[in-house]
């Protein structure tokens, strides 16, 4: 098996930074030594080199952080990004539906998938949650794509038999389609399988009674779906479920609330919601770009820290106005400082890298660059602009890292590797 070194600046989370200290892991002039696709060692260049004689050695000039992890993405709303004009519910009517309806067709689905990750790798992201439509020609189509890359990728069939014309299946299609689904796909290479309800709107009681079952029949897969986003959306669950205490206990009722799960926004949740989280280990995708552009509010972070609510990153594409998980880091910033929540720059990392790891259970893979992990790794250029080399000289890590957050996007992405490999080039495009 071929051996590889890559010498430079190096730096990764190994735990949650509000769990404890010292979660920092850092070396100003690292090694990492990456063999069929992982680190075999990691540490100090004058200490882990001498170990490996002969080792092929090459330098990169940036820092390099862990692959980053999208926790909730919408490959198929990618064509409409920006899309002007109204709230949740109303932006859905208006923009996505529509454009979902065209994902019946596998060619179309191909093309799209391709252009999403060649989109991803740019933004430096090497692992997502994705969600795909109610056509199960656009997770094959997707999974078809990430595999062809390599690339760890989390996708499902969208379930809702009570979506509008076009986008709408059956109970026995969700629960046919997704078991099929998942015996092709789940655990082939670096792929993995969420069951996908929309939201709790989208589904019969009947469906998400299903979602409840293919869940308890394949334990490794995940659920994925929103949760709480907008108060419109909150006040039409609770006029549905009346015996649901709240917006989560009515996905609770049908076994949907596992450790498994995770939740995309979680912006207004009673503090029962977020104790239940907490018991049950699900989680909350964060998705601060996407909340600030439709309107829906800004994440309470100190409500989740309260009660040891596992939490990750998402870019949340089409609502989402940034792929790249650097701004979005920066926006979580922002949408904590209303709430007396200052959002640490290290904190942030890791919500982009492990603790999107751990709410996709990925983390024994990727996350961390430790040793034995999957060598996905991105090299991050904090003088990509002029502005950003102004802010960034001299300036501390800490304060390099929250200028990458605030003032960076995939121009900061010099480089993104994947298994070792060379990926993207911010030069050269796709290798």
């Not at 930074?17 to 004058?46: Q, S």
């Not at 206990?249 to 949740?269: C, I, K, N, Q, S």
């Not at 995708?285 to 989740?304: I, K, T, Y």
């Not at 200028?403 to 050269?428: E, F, H, I, K, S």
Request: charged share 20%; hydrophobic share 45%; aromatic share 8%.
């Amino acid at each position: 098996m071929s051996i590889k070194g890559f010498r430079g600046e190096i730096l990764s989370l190994s735990h949650d930074p509000a769990e404890a200290p010292e979660a920092v892991r850092y070396e100003a002039d690292g090694l990492l030594v990456v063999e069929a696709g992982r680190v075999v060692a990691r540490g100090a260049f004058d200490v882990v080199c001498p170990r490996f004689p002969g080792l092929a050695v090459e330098q990169l000039d940036g820092l390099i952080v862990p692959g980053l992890i999208d926790a909730h993405v919408h490959y198929p709303q990618l064509g409409r990004i920006a899309s002007h004009g109204a709230q949740l519910l109303d932006w859905l009517e208006r923009h996505i539906f529509p454009a979902e309806k065209a994902f019946a067709d596998p060619a179309h689905a191909a093309g799209v998938a391709e252009e999403f990750l060649d989109e991803l790798l740019r933004h430096g992201t090497t692992s997502a949650l994705v969600f795909a439509t109610v056509h199960a020609a656009s997770v094959e189509a997707f999974f078809a794509a990430a595999e062809a890359r390599e690339l760890r990728m989390i996708c499902g069939k969208v379930l809702m038999d009570l979506g509008p014309d076009g986008l709408r299946d059956t109970v026995e299609e969700a629960r046919a389609e997704s078991a099929a689904l998942i015996a092709k796909w789940h655990g082939r290479g670096r792929l993995g399988y969420a069951v996908t309800p929309r939201y709790a709107l989208t589904s019969s009681d009947e469906q998400l009674a299903a979602a409840g079952e293919l869940l308890a029949a394949h334990p490794g897969v995940l659920l994925h779906t929103h949760l709480a986003e907008n108060h419109a959306e909150i006040a039409e669950v609770a006029a549905r479920f009346t015996e649901a205490v709240d917006y989560l206990d009515a996905y609770d009722r049908f076994g949907l609330v596992t450790e498994r799960a995770v939740f995309a926004h979680g912006v207004h949740l009673p503090d029962r919601s977020c104790a239940r989280l907490a018991e049950t280990g699900a989680g909350i995708a964060v998705c601060p770009s996407s909340n600030f552009f439709l309107g829906s509010g800004m994440f309470d972070f100190g409500q989740a820290e309260r009660h040891g609510v596992r939490l990750g990153l998402g870019s949340d594409i089409g609502a989402g106005t940034s792929l790249s998980l650097l701004h979005n880091g920066g926006l979580a910033y922002q949408a904590g400082l209303p709430g007396g929540y200052v959002l640490d720059p290290f904190r942030a990392l890791w919500l982009a890298t492990g603790g999107s790891a751990r709410l996709l259970h990925i983390e024994s893979e990727v996350g961390m660059l430790a040793e034995g992990q999957e060598a996905d790794f991105v090299v991050l250029d904090d003088a990509a602009t002029p502005l950003m080399a102004r802010r960034t000289a001299g300036a501390s890590l800490a304060e390099r890292l929250f200028a990458l957050q605030v003032l960076g996007d995939d121009r900061a992405v010099r480089r993104t590797y994947v298994l070792g490999r060379c990926a993207w080039d911010r030069d050269g495009g796709r290798k």
